[in-house]
């Protein structure tokens, strides 16, 4: 069934979906125009090397990269971070390979030619699921799809075991490499090849593969310096986070109000129509893949619920069941429920082509609402520019060698990001100068970076502070202040004052915890890392301040 000849009929939407997938690359390219390193991309760029079996193996929050951690280390080689468009064209390839292979499950499922073209390519610019199209980092993700697809494809055949088994097991290896989005995919393999070949082979494709992960989880996997500050999820919240990530991605494939759960309703009608119209062995054959698919979708969500629906025990940002509407499960939600709606919708379309033609539609309705939801994406990209430039500034600024190389210049957007990580590769020539800086940014990275903070309590009387007053701080002198209601302007020798920094903000040296604390209970300690450091101090109106 699998080495069916292309037909005339087969031509024509082969043509149009390769069409959209080769001009889909510059057109998502443009519209993920603008973006830059951040948060978890650091890691993979300034905490490890190629060369470190540690760095390569090491977990990033609980999932095994080693070949995004090698794909970034080539592309640091090569293109540094003067740009981002290298590492964001590999996250578009990988989404749009994912895509064919997607299609490739709906054609070998018995889905019409031009319905596979339709439900594929509304894949493609699926903005619901941007994380995961425009991020690079989330290689990790979709490269464990993507093998993991592959892996399926190799496995789906009928007959004994031969030399495409070994080669989908070589598959879901490199998947396992990729994420801890694998274990998903092996276990959909698993049930595909059980419903079609039987337990044995079933376990020739799974059983391996669990080995090698156990392995690693038990030597190197479970230790690891990352953790998230969460609660532990209740099933209760484990079972939300599988229902509203559900909701979410019917949502996002329909855009409208109603069209998400008008899909949802043909997945539900569409598949036992296919079984009633198939049969039985042929029905097996045909849908041991999609249905595996779908079933991978709601095991997704149930792993990622166990570490994900807890609450944030620090209450930052969204946290709890409600993170299932994160972009990057979104994504994965819709490609494994894909190929089992393209075969409800294709049932229904053979039972009433009315009908069916009105259900061909619904996923074309939320086209452009999509379309829009990269341009939304794109609009964070804003709040990104101040952080970038200050990263770009910190290693040219005047006392940069002076200060110690571990000061982090992106500390709560760039973790592990170290200044003597960026003044070497200043000087390589891969950590670009930033565009346009003005006098004062120079004075101002030097005081985010150089007045270092300590939570250090105010054991001796304090005097006030009679208000704007001038210190002069030499290296390793300190200043603690009982409240934090006061502002501080670095005066350098030459050049243009800072901008005024409110003292709640990060400098160096606390983490946000810290921060919170010192903020509510005072007092702050400043440590000056580089010296000396002219400083004016200006103290809120109404608000008593003292220093030690």
């Known amino acids: 069934m699998h080495a069916r000849k292309l037909g005339r009929g087969d031509r024509a939407p082969l043509a149009v979906f390769g069409a959209l997938v080769v001009s889909a690359y510059p057109l998502l390219l443009w519209l993920g125009r603008g973006g830059w390193f951040v948060f978890d991309e650091w890691d993979l760029l300034a905490k490890r090397t190629g060369g470190n079996l540690g760095d390569l193996f090491r977990p990033h929050y609980q999932h095994w990269m080693t070949l995004p951690i090698l794909a970034y280390r080539l592309l640091w080689q090569m293109f540094g971070i003067r740009t981002y468009v290298p590492y964001q064209s590999l996250s578009i390839i990988v989404h749009l390979a994912a895509t064919v292979l997607l299609f490739v499950v709906m054609r070998r499922s018995g889905v019409t030619p031009w ?116 609660e532990k999820a209740t099933p209760s919240e484990i079972a939300r986070f599988v229902a509203i990530g559900v909701r979410a991605a019917f949502s996002g494939l329909g855009q409208l109000p109603g069209v998400g759960l008008a899909l949802a309703l043909v997945l539900l009608v569409g598949l036992p129509l296919a079984f009633a119209q198939s049969g039985k062995e042929v029905f097996r054959r045909q849908a041991a893949v999609p249905i595996a698919l779908l079933c991978g979708s709601i095991i997704f969500l149930a792993i990622a619920g166990t570490g994900r629906a807890g609450h944030f025990t620090l209450r930052l940002g969204a946290s709890g069941p409600e993170y299932a509407r994160q972009s ?65 500034v910190a290693p040219r600024i005047p ?32 950590v670009p100068r930033p565009r346009t800086v003005a006098p004062a940014d120079f004075s101002t990275e030097t005081l985010r970076l150089a007045l270092g903070q300590r939570s250090r309590p105010l054991r001796t009387a304090c005097r006030p502070l009679p208000g704007p007053v001038v ?78």
Request: aromatic fraction near 8%; include cysteine.
């Open 115 to 230: 319905l596979a073209t339709i439900f594929a390519g509304v894949f493609i610019f699926f903005g619901s699921g941007a994380d995961n199209i425009l991020f690079g980092f989330l290689i990790s993700f979709v490269g464990s799809l993507a093998f993991g697809l592959v892996h399926l494809l190799l496995a789906d055949h009928d007959g004994p075991v031969d030399r495409r088994d070994w080669l989908g097991l070589l598959a879901g290896f490199a998947g396992m490499l990729c994420s801890g989005i694998a274990v998903t995919m092996v276990i959909v393999v698993g049930l595909a090849v059980l419903i079609r070949r039987g337990w044995r082979v079933a376990a020739l494709h799974t059983v391996p593969l669990a080995a090698v992960y156990l392995t690693w989880l038990a030597i190197i996997g479970r230790h690891q310096n990352q953790h998230l500050p969460l």
């Open 328 to 392: 990057r499960y979104v994504h994965l939600v819709i490609a494994m429920m894909l190929p089992a709606l393209a075969l409800a919708a294709n049932a229904i379309l053979r039972r009433s082509r009315t009908v069916g033609v009105a259900i061909v539609l619904l996923p074309l309705v939320g086209v452009p609402g999509n379309v829009q939801k990269f341009a939304d994406y794109r609009r964070t990209y804003k709040a990104l520019d101040t952080y970038k430039e200050m990263i770009l």
């Open 399 to 430: 006392r940069a060698t002076q200060l110690p190389r571990s000061v982090e210049p992106g500390k709560g957007v760039a973790p592990g990001l170290t200044l003597g990580w960026l003044l070497s590769g200043a000087r390589s020539g891969r």
């Open 471 to 548: 210190r002069v701080l030499e290296k390793e002198q300190a200043l603690t202040l009982k409240t934090t209601s006061v502002t501080v302007i670095y005066l350098p020798p030459a050049g243009a004052p800072s901008r005024p920094l409110p003292v709640s903000m990060s400098l160096t040296g606390l983490s946000p915890s810290e921060l919170v604390d010192r903020v509510r209970h005072g007092p702050l300690t400043f440590v000056a890392l580089a010296g000396p450091l002219r400083l004016r101090i200006i103290v809120a109106r109404g608000v008593v301040a003292c220093e030690r």
